[in-house]
């Protein structure tokens, strides 16, 4: 398991796409579009693929999954931001202590065991063939560096490390969802399929689990080639009903869940699908 390697690996750069892939605008100004977040070693891009207002949209969520979900194990790694002068020292972390309780220390980055709360789904409903839901189900799972913790618990006096109360699975089902689709869009071009999980991307409808979702059963780690990303995304179109589905693995060689994005659903003939 390789912690130290998470790097974009080489690039891939699609034709511009010319209109916001996510509310349709032309004559607007567009951004290039990181599929997978910079600050995950996302390394594919859609140039001229958001306007700035649909860009606020997906920054707030991508902002809270780097901030709250991967935000110490990217600091302990030195995992490349947009802004490394203003990397801090010191990580923020609250400890449980042999009676339960909890405390609230800071700790030099050089002393936090690397590690990642990740949540596992299960399929998406529609796959399940179950109605919409705003309810979903999940499991949750450490992976990082777990014999580091011995050492770590000794020397701050604890038993462990509280997971973050700020979890926001919602959001992370949202980036899920936008990294998916983005690919799809790529991949296959913005106007050849049905965009069916817009809305969980826009925040319109909170039924996520109806087309984000995943293995609950999680794979070994990754070992990542030279020159290749740490992160995994394919895509498929099921002929029988033509939905576009997209697999996608963040941080894959820390043995990381694979999650399941239904981004859409092909507009023409399965057999003949032309990738861009």
Known sequence: MDLKRIEPGKYKVYPPVGKCIYCGNENVTLTKEHVIPFGLGGNIILPKASCLECNDVTKKFEHTCLRNIYGPLRLSLGVRTRNPEQRPDTIPLTVRLADWTTKEISVPISDYPPHLLMVAFDQPGIIKRLPPSEHFYFQATVRGKMDEFDAFNEKYGCIGIAGPTNYDVLSFMRMIAKIGYSFSVGELGVD??????????????????????????????????????????????????KLVIVDIRLLASLGTPQYRVVVGRWKGDPNQIVVR
């Open 192 to 241: 050849n399929f049905e965009h069916i999980v817009l809305p969980v991307i826009m925040g319109e409808d909170l039924r996520a689990s109806h087309l984000v979702g995943g293995d609950l059963v999680i794979p070994p780690p990754y070992e990542v080639p030279y020159g290749e990303s740490v992160n995994r995304i394919s895509w498929k179109v099921i002929k029988s009903t």
